[in-house]
DNA sequence: GTAGGGTTAG
């Protein structure tokens, strides 16, 4: 069944699974983490549901697994069900499942759970610390995680490239320049850690966003591993439009569409560039343009939790969920499902949809 | 057999 799951075989695995009699605990655990991984969150949690209807009794690894599913999917009610579960269990020595929590917790925005999680850790590892360190940067505490870092090296644990990557995403939200400059030649000089793309994005975000456009070109041009990279060039290009470069800005784009004609998102970000210093004519032609190659932006499709379910919905909701939003998006959502299975939760609507 | 941390942009 795991080899079924990586090799994005989801049907396959969920036959033979069906066909095991007696399922123990490890059968249910390799369901939810194969959901995971082939990204098929509701599936996950469905699958759990499932488990614990069968009076399966959970471990370790089915919570572990389960958490992951709660974050990405931002079922904050879920997780603190699960937590609840693991402490009922006794399982809250396991490093594990508690690192499982913490990132939970984190991920549903509820920053200050997680350093709870964090605190009464019984041994606090890498991943632990990185965790901590990201929860608080992607929220914005930017001192509170590099003070979190500032601890983590005073109780000598090494950081890694995800270490430092939490970091320089962190300075690079606060518009922490000289810092995240610090912080990425203390990676490469102390840690001996070779830059990844990932740790260039950050960088070239952060300078970038601090308006020092040219200088972040000239680190792209300096580095001909990364000179191409249409990433790095779409982050550049935010930042030449957030500073209304226009030169910069258009050299970029007119790069971006060579690399990958179909992509709408560059057409876009130009047309706002000329709106936004009111070059209409400009405008107007780049969406001609974007009109006549027949690109669509991408329709934007979300989530909520209400009173313990699971709502999707789409960016045109503006105020409230409409009942054909949420039926469009159960067929968005079965429509992008190789095996047409129908997603687990139940959307009832007339009850809970307007509460 | 199965388990926790990962950037940027639209």
């Known amino acids: 069944m795991d080899l079924y799951f990586k090799c994005g075989k989801v049907g396959s695995a969920e036959t033979i699974f069906k066909l095991i009699p007696k399922k123990e605990a490890v059968s249910w655990n390799v369901m939810i983490s194969g959901y995971v991984t082939a990204g098929k969150f509701f599936e996950a949690y469905g699958i759990f549901s499932d488990m614990r209807e069968a009076h399966v009794e959970a471990d370790a690894i089915t919570f572990t697994s389960v958490l992951a599913a709660c974050s990405q999917l931002a079922a904050l009610e879920k997780g603190k069900d699960v937590h609840k579960l693991i ?63 500032a601890d983590m090296l005073q109780s000598n644990v090494k950081p890694d490239r995800v270490t430092f990557l939490a970091i320089l995403s962190a300075c690079s939200h606060a518009g922490l320049v000289d810092e995240g400059c610090y912080y990425f030649n203390e990676m490469i000089n102390v840690y001996g850690i070779i830059p990844r ?17 040219n200088e972040a070109y000239e680190i792209l041009q300096r580095n001909p591993a990364i000179t191409d990279d249409v990433g790095l060039l779409s982050t550049l290009f935010s930042a030449c439009r957030l500073h209304r470069n226009l030169d910069l800005g258009f050299r970029i784009a007119r790069t971006l569409i060579e690399k990958n004609p179909d992509d709408s998102s560059t ?43 699971i709502y999707p919905f789409f960016s045109e909701d503006n105020s409230r969920l409409h009942l054909e939003s949420v039926n469009k998006c159960i067929l968005y959502l079965t429509s992008h499902m190789e095996d047409e299975s129908i997603p687990f939760m139940h959307f009832d609507i007339e009850a809970q949809i307007y509460s």
């Open 267 to 309: 057409y876009i970000t130009l047309s706002h560039m000329y709106a936004s210093v009111q070059k209409w004519d400009e405008m107007r032609t780049v969406r001609s343009q974007m009109k006549k190659l027949g690109l669509k932006k991408n329709p934007g499709c979300s989530w909520t939790e209400i009173n313990q379910k």
């Open 87 to 149: 402490i009922e269990r006794k399982l809250e020595d396991g490093e594990v499942v508690m690192g499982a929590l913490l990132d939970m917790y984190a991920k549903c925005g509820a920053v200050d759970e997680a350093f709870g999680i964090f605190r009464i850790l019984p041994e606090r590892d890498l991943v632990s610390w990185t965790s901590m360190i990201t929860a608080y940067g992607s929220h914005g505490r930017v001192h509170e995680a590099l003070k979190l870092f």
């Open 197 to 213: 793309v990932e740790h260039y994005s950050c960088l070239i975000d952060l300078i970038g966003r601090a308006g020092r456009l």
